[in-house]
């Protein structure tokens, strides 16, 4: 189907994000785009968002595509926002640029924590922090422990993301292990 739908021509991807693993909120976003006729999805690697999207198209007699996105240390797919309690100030300019409710902070001037499933790692508030109490740290999923469970489930391909930035033989390796275990597209 996937092959049939790329010659076609008339497809288009959308992404969900590798870094977004707010259930709600991709099934929501997923929904709407089904309704729209979209066929075609690049989710993050996290076997019950597939499930997710597994039985919108059932729910919507789709016959769609599903892609699971990897990455690797500096990719911004995977990374968040952390935020080091000791800088914070609790001042909450961060919480005002923030459009996925991931920050929140359980009083007035006490420090901002992060609802990690809701970050998609935009850099949005760092770049408005002006204590340097945040930073973007990668969380990339290990392959080796989630791939073989979505594969069982379904899926029609997988993304990897990489950048000039890591290290050509962990690249590799990461590749190799991809293939490994999913041989298709």
């Given at each position: 189907?996937?092959k049939?739908l790329?010659e076609?021509?008339?497809?288009?991807k959308?992404?969900?994000?590798?870094?977004?693993?707010?259930?709600?909120?991709?099934?929501?976003?997923i929904?709407v785009y089904?309704?729209?006729?979209v066929?075609?999805?690049?989710?993050?690697?996290d076997?019950e968002?597939v499930?997710?999207?597994k039985?919108?198209f059932?729910k919507?007699d789709?016959?769609?595509a599903i892609?699971?996105s990897?990455?690797i240390s500096?990719?911004?797919?995977v990374?968040?926002?952390?935020i080091?309690?000791?800088?914070c100030?609790?001042?909450?300019l961060c919480?005002?640029?923030c459009e996925?409710d991931?920050?929140f902070h359980?009083?007035?001037?006490?420090?901002?924590?992060?609802?990690?499933?809701?970050c998609i790692?935009c850099?949005?508030?760092?770049d408005?922090?002006?204590?340097g109490?945040?930073?973007?740290k990668?969380?990339?999923k290990e392959?080796k422990?989630?791939l073989?469970?979505?594969v069982?489930e379904?899926?029609?391909?997988v993304?990897?993301?990489v950048?000039?930035?890591?290290?050509?033989d962990?690249v590799y390796?990461?590749?190799?292990?991809i293939?490994s275990i999913?041989?298709?597209?």
């Amino acid at each position: 189907m996937l092959k049939e739908l790329l010659e076609s021509s008339k497809c288009i991807k959308i992404i969900a994000g590798a870094g977004n693993t707010n259930r709600d909120y991709v099934r929501k976003l997923i929904e709407v785009y089904i309704r729209a006729g979209v066929k075609y999805f690049d989710v993050a690697a996290d076997i019950e968002i597939v499930r997710i999207v597994k039985n919108l198209f059932k729910k919507y007699d789709v016959d769609g595509a599903i892609a699971v996105s990897y990455g690797i240390s500096d990719d911004p797919h995977v990374k968040k926002v952390v935020i080091d309690h000791s800088l914070c100030t609790g001042c909450g300019l961060c919480k005002t640029v923030c459009e996925q409710d991931a920050l929140f902070h359980e009083g007035t001037h006490t420090p901002m924590y992060v609802r990690f499933n809701n970050c998609i790692g935009c850099g949005k508030c760092f770049d408005k922090c002006s204590f340097g109490a945040m930073s973007m740290k990668a969380f990339p999923k290990e392959i080796k422990d989630t791939l073989p469970e979505i594969v069982k489930e379904g899926i029609d391909t997988v993304e990897f993301h990489v950048s000039g930035l890591q290290d050509v033989d962990l690249v590799y390796d990461k590749w190799k292990e991809i293939q490994s275990i999913y041989p298709g597209m």
